[in-house]
């Protein structure tokens, strides 16, 4: 592979280079010709497929259904909830014009669809008997994004999916905003092999329009945090202007309460950044589009057939076993190119096959993780490669599992917080008195906001860190992307 | 089942009132607030998926992948193909602001994507080695839509998939076309049951930038006619202007050949058009989201648990057979609501179980499409509802067929094309002349235009059926949506 299309940058070194060279050089997505936007080329859409599938399977299976709602919102909708409409003003887009006509009134492109589904839902809802009402989209929205673009981080338009229930009860909607955050765990910590911190946002954090957000936080390479995904209950908040009202089997009418819940293309930044190494991506196994590349290693013409017999065979019995395995035949391009690139693209496990393991009736298998190598017996091998995908999966798990828990400092005074957050960044572990004026002297200080108050109250062990008035909860605080 | 909640209008006296209600009572589909635009309710976006999942398999088995293409696309380029721009200009949503500044150049909301696509090609394509690159995209478009909106039919957004390929030659470019448009026939024809014309559309109809369009065309019962998909070779009209060059294996470079094709929700509406009557939907079952419903129908509450108790195992035991079962337990509808609301879903087969098919071990299924009765014995029971299913399957079709057949009149003078378009619409298969002129005084005097003209020429019957000079085609003229 020459240098042009290897990646340059050191991840150590240049964490924000690095990513962008992963990024476009393993093919995951361009730049496209409108600021901020970008174009989600094919091998990056097939790990966002298979986030689809990891999540759309439990929301399916516990009652959910997909639905699409409009593109546009008639900026009167986005008016009925004043703090969710003061939050995302600043950020739509708007259409004024269609063909040659200017538009009576201006509609957004919809930064989230709160407004307009509450809205059909006023109209869907008319007894018990409807609840709970459980919709899922898989769409885009579009938040103007003024700082440097960065795929999949920083972004204009993103693929997400937005949840949005109505419940009969407050229980009923606490119930399916925990459930989703369980989801949405089992999809970052299980697939993704990115641990997280779970917990409720604060006041100043939360979803503009909510009574209360739960997140779930990781910690990258740099020191940052990223919201992973987030799950609101939106109390009565939205049900009351949109009028969402329920006959109750009491014969009463009453308001319904709402959530809504969503996780975003986001994800696949955070796995890039944490997973990845000089060489390029490394993707789970659990989310690999391709989880075994196989290479045939071609030195005399007379051996070929047997080589490439045995490589289809073993694609052929991978494939049976449920494992997503690719034979690259291409005769245009070197093994080594060939093993610089799939390593670049973070394929999970490499089969080699020459002619020497025609011979012993063996293969050789790569390790992604940790580059390590196996020689297998063929009547081993499909054990043997889930032995090792499963290995990956839970080495990767496992590392980052390390680096979160080493990310965290627990400190006691703000002069500590200060230091730690300058020396090495990640979680600063304190205590905090509750005031948002609190916590927004400490955003204008250091640039760290609260990331996450831990769903259940862990001991106090000191004043508040900023005031050093009495604590009355233990929060973590970063700076985050 | 109330009056307010089945269907009122009769499919033979007011199709369009029928097919309003049918859509909207069987909850496909919604209005939305912004005037053209619809919500996709679960079981219509249920519907999509199947439809996606059909064609998905398709495409990717022939090596397409899917990507994702940003939702807004500057002016400029929308301007680089001069007929593709003045085509689609009228019906374009443009975005002039964002947040509170304005934008320096309009943006459009893609009213389709050759442009954004091909000027990425352009930077993705370098050798024949690049080639054939062949990506689908699943989104939505806009073009604004001032006539009545009519959901899945008239919407000004719209749900679909658009193909875009390159190729280093003509004759591959030709390849990929018939390709998609036999994937199509087949999503259409044996998947939705709905007969079509397969052919090319006229200078005068084909693609706003396309060297060449390949269509396929349904017939309405109303003798309408309705485009269910194109495919079309774009010749070099956007590799030109977007600067698409290969270097090919002679060394040399070369301008590639595109292609581009879709297929929308608009299947959707000739589904419900073709195969529904006065009770409703009429899903084929490859379609159906849920093929069979159980109705359990309880006596006595003695009986209850045994009755229960046999729906929950006919479900499971059809599940691991593959078919998509739904047992309908709400106790607060009788077994006579679920029939007619289920009769309006459209599923194709329903299996009733009461207390004597208990102490029988039967069990009664009622065929949505002909009403048809059976008494099935436990033992038969998974092998007679394959046989169901795929008879309804075969009728739905069949039964179309007939009517497509039935609805082409040939005819070899202008005062019988006339004629027998007032009276009976469908088909006007006649013999033409090849002039646009000839074809737009047609259209301007009839109202039909060119649906499509054959794949392989037929033989010609008489002169041009509008200006008696000899004729250098068969064409098939009707009226559409």
């Known amino acids: 592979m020459s240098k042009e299309i290897g990646i340059t940058a050191k991840k150590a070194a240049d964490l924000s280079e690095w990513y962008t060279q992963a990024v476009t050089k393993a093919e995951l997505a361009d730049y496209a010709p409108v600021k901020g936007f970008i174009i989600l080329r094919p091998y990056g859409y097939s790990i966002w497929e298979r986030i689809k599938e990891h999540l759309d399977r439990n929301l399916k299976e516990t009652g959910h259904a997909n639905a699409y709602f409009p593109l546009l919102i ?54 018990w008997r409807d609840l709970p009402l459980l919709i899922n ?6 938040r103007s994004e003024i700082t440097a673009t960065r795929p999949f981080l920083r972004t204009s338009e993103f693929l997400w999916q937005e949840g949005h229930t109505v419940h009969a009860t407050k229980e009923d909607a606490d119930k399916e905003v925990m459930m989703i955050l369980e989801f949405y765990r089992q999809l970052i910590e299980e697939a993704l092999a990115i641990p997280v911190l779970l917990g409720y946002k604060s006041e100043k954090e939360k979803f503009r329009g909510a009574l209360y957000t739960t997140t779930l936080e990781a910690m990258m390479p740099d020191g940052k945090a990223i919201q992973m995904g987030t799950s609101h209950n939106l109390g009565q908040n939205f049900s009351k202007p949109f009028e969402i009202k329920y006959l109750g089997k009491d014969g009463e009418m009453h308001y319904a309460w709402t959530t809504s819940w969503g996780v975003s293309w986001r994800l696949i930044s955070a796995m890039i950044m944490l997973h990845g190494d000089d060489k390029g991506l490394v993707i789970p196994p659990q989310i690999a589009p391709i989880q075994v590349v196989l290479i045939p290693i071609y030195f005399k013409t007379e051996q070929s057939d047997a080589i490439t017999a045995k490589a289809r065979t073993i694609v052929e019995t991978l494939k049976k076993e449920g494992i997503e395995a690719h034979a690259d035949f291409r005769d245009q391009y070197t093994p080594g190119w060939k093993f610089n690139e799939w390593e670049m693209k973070g394929i999970p ?7 020497r393991d025609v011979q012993n009736q063996q293969s050789v298998l790569v390790r992604r ?3 390590q190598k196996l020689i297998v017996k063929d009547n081993d091998l499909v054990n043997e490669v889930k032995k090792c995908l499963s290995e990956i999966q839970s080495n990767l798990f496992a590392k980052a599992k390390t680096s979160l828990e080493e990310a965290v ?3 006691t005074s703000y002069e500590e917080f200060k230091k730690t957050l300058d020396a090495r960044g990640g979680f600063i572990r304190s205590c905090w008195c509750g005031s948002t004026e609190c916590e927004e002297t400490i955003q204008n200080d250091t640039g760290a906001t609260i990331r996450t108050l831990p769903l259940k109250d862990e001991e106090l062990f000191s004043k508040c860190v900023h005031c050093g008035k009495p604590a009355t909860k233990v929060a973590y605080f970063a700076r985050s992307y």
Chains 1, 2 share one sequence.
């Open 74 to 127: 008639p900026e009167s909708y986005l008016k009925k909830e004043a703090t969710h409409f003061k939050g995302f003003t600043p950020e739509v887009f708007w259409v004024t014009q269609s063909g040659e006509n200017a538009l009576s009134e201006r509609l957004a492109i919809r930064p989230t669809s709160e407004t307009i589904v509450n809205d059909a839902y006023s109209k869907w809802v008319r007894s």
């Open 369 to 371: 993780d940790n580059s």
């Open 349 to 355: 496990l490499r089969i080699e096959v020459g002619p």
């Open 409 to 411: 400092t627990t400190v």
């Open 137 to 142: 989209l898989w769409n885009s929205v579009l």
